[in-house]
């Protein structure tokens, strides 16, 4: 039986912001050398702390009441509106492009990268992928999370693992299903995240197969959390005192650090996944994507990886290429 929402409890800042992308801002910090912890796999019969993916399976995560407000502005083929839904108790805003006509369309949801919530407006971050696939005619929700734009605050989320973004992405799915829009094709709804957006889509993966029916990831942040951890945390005592007081350092919990890893729980992913990363990421290790294909091809799971030779984090010459992919990707599986 699933119990209520869990507060998401943890001192300092967080770490899984990870990357950022075009027009995103990036944390700089220490960055040693990738983990070589080895990956812990917790047992179904161990208690995990609040703040782990596992609670997050137990959670009952609701989202409802979509409200599509005023135009904010429109193209050729689609309108943008301001938007906004419940994540259970809090209201989430963001934008949605819908195309011209009558519908049904497929539906996807944008989880962006790492951008200051002090300087984040409304729809920031992967704004070429939403005129790109709206253009297409997929309806995009662009999500802005809680504590960005007009989003109500969760005064917990300075001081967690930022799990709450996770609760932020599958409420906007359960939000179209359950809004009642003649444009939404509910049966035809997938994800696409950049960057820390992309590292929500693994937690969104197995926190909640099939949610989504299809995931596209853009240089994700690595899917075994130590990685983010060694690189955005270690070595910024601001960031790694607080939380190592609060949980204990990798070396010291590995079954907490693995209980916040995705790749711990890659045997529960039910949607097909593509993968896009350039070998010349700056931000976010291709490494990170490679090991986390191979961990789901070894468990069967439907996992693409596309490699880009040269290209870094944000994606240039091979941006359309890798959309075009992203599109059939999306055309086959929703």
């Not at 799915?173 to 929500?200: C, E, H, P």
Request: proline fraction near 6%.
């Amino acid at each position: 039986m699933k119990r209520s929402l869990i507060p998401l409890v943890i001192v300092g800042a967080l770490l899984l912001a990870g990357c950022a992308g075009a027009g995103e801002s990036a944390v700089s910090t220490a960055s040693p050398s990738e983990s070589s912890l080895p990956s812990v796999s917790p047992t179904p019969t161990e208690t995990f702390d609040p703040v782990s993916l596992p609670a997050l399976m137990e959670t009952e995560i609701s989202g409802s009441n979509l409200v599509v407000g005023k135009a904010i502005s429109n193209a050729a083929k689609y309108t943008r509106y301001a938007v906004t839904y419940k994540a259970n108790e809090l209201t989430i805003s963001g934008i949605m492009n819908i195309p011209k006509g009558d519908g049904p369309f497929p539906t996807l949801v944008l989880g962006h990268g790492y951008i200051d919530p002090a300087i984040y407006t409304s729809g920031r971050g992967l704004k070429r992928e939403q005129d790109y696939l709206a253009n297409q005619g997929y309806i995009v929700l662009h999500t802005d999370y809680r504590n960005h734009a007009g989003s109500d605050d969760d005064p917990e989320n300075s001081n967690n693992l930022r799990l709450g973004y996770t609760i932020d992405v599958i409420a906007a799915a359960k939000a179209l299903k359950t809004s009642g829009l003649s444009q939404v094709d509910t049966n035809k709804i997938g994800y696409l995240g950049r960057s820390m957006g992309g590292g929500i889509g693994y937690n969104v993966a197995t926190v909640a197969p099939n949610e989504f029916d299809a995931i596209v990831l853009y240089a994700p942040v690595s899917a075994n959390y130590v990685d983010n951890f060694n690189k955005w945390g270690r070595g910024n005592p601001e960031i790694e005192n607080p939380i190592v007081a609060r949980h204990g350092s990798p070396e010291e919990t590995p079954k907490f650090w693995a209980g916040i890893s995705a790749e711990n729980y890659f045997d529960k992913i039910a949607d097909p996944i593509m993968i896009h990363h350039g070998t010349n990421d700056e931000s976010c290790k291709v490494a990170w994507s490679e090991r986390a294909t191979s961990q789901m091809k070894a468990l069967n799971k439907d996992v693409t990886l596309h490699i880009y030779d040269g290209e870094q984090h944000a994606f240039g010459p091979q941006w359309e290429l890798s959309m075009q992919r992203s599109v059939a990707f999306f055309k086959t599986n929703l």
